[in-house]
């Protein structure tokens, strides 16, 4: 297959490129080829006609996107339009990496497939609307992810969360950890075979959850990053802040998925994958 990676830079698409290129040819298109907000620049899609378009774009910083509505729905949303409707016209597959957030945080264990989308922030709603606007296309995957790390680190956040707490640690610096929110941190080459084995057997199109196995509190999180390290710092949990930042988070937005078992895929559990990033970055 031909597959085009929009955002082949950032943490997910580095891996998408590699472990797709291993068997497929892949078409990596930075934002300064592609952007999604921009239909015109779509047409680049056009000339290089590819089998499936993967759209890891995304406007992910949760506050700003309070305060730039408009770019978070440009980018979230309408680059979700400008993609699906491109890759409609082709005949190509369109898959849209989606999110956590676009849950209410409300449910006490694990949202799946089949719980109705309620966002409560503006990141959310606009992931969601990208999500409905996919969907146009009936040849669609949208997989959910979450709390992602990778070795590409995140474009604008400065690395990760695992590599913040690292570099922390390292300085010495007190650090303090949310207990109340709890998440399903997903490993970006993880996430990238998990679609690739989608893609190559070519299961049926829908939304799937994509995170690795299991939740966990941001706090249990940081715990297991020095456990296996053999960090020690200064490590105290607290309660999230109703006044920190202008978004409204989820407390609880742990995702699994009720229907890759039923094709065979079965993502490890994130404490697995961790480890298994930590080897890859040297770390341990």
Known sequence: MKIAVIGSTGQLGTDLVKLLGTDHQVVPLTHDEIEVSDYSSCLILKE???????????????????????????????????????????????VYISTDYVFDGTKKT??????????????????????CFTALNPKHYILRIASVFGEAGAS??????????????KNNE??????????????????SALLKEILDKQIPYGVYHATNNGYCSWYQFAEEIFRLTGLAPDLKPT???????????PAFSGLASKKLSKYGLEPRGWEEALNAYLLEKGHI
Request: charge should be neutral; proline fraction near 4%.
């Open 48 to 94: 290089q006609q590819p089998d499936v378009v993967i759209n890891t774009a995304a406007f992910h910083k949760t506050d700003q996107c309070e305060e730039e509505c408009l770019k978070s729905f440009s980018v979230n949303a309408l680059g979700a339009r400008n993609v699906a409707k491109i890759s409609k016209e082709m005949k190509a597959t369109s």
């Open 110 to 131: 694990a949202y799946t497939e089949t719980d109705t989308p309620q966002p409560i922030n503006t990141y959310g709603v606009s992931k969601l609307a990208g999500e």
């Open 156 to 169: 604008g956040k400065g690395g990760n969360f695992v590599e913040t707490m690292i570099r922390k640690a």
């Open 174 to 191: 007190k650090i303090i950890v949310v207990d109340d929110m709890w998440m399903s941190p997903t490993y970006t080459k993880d996430a």
């Open 239 to 249: 309660k999230i802040d109703p006044n920190y930042g202008k978004a409204t988070r």
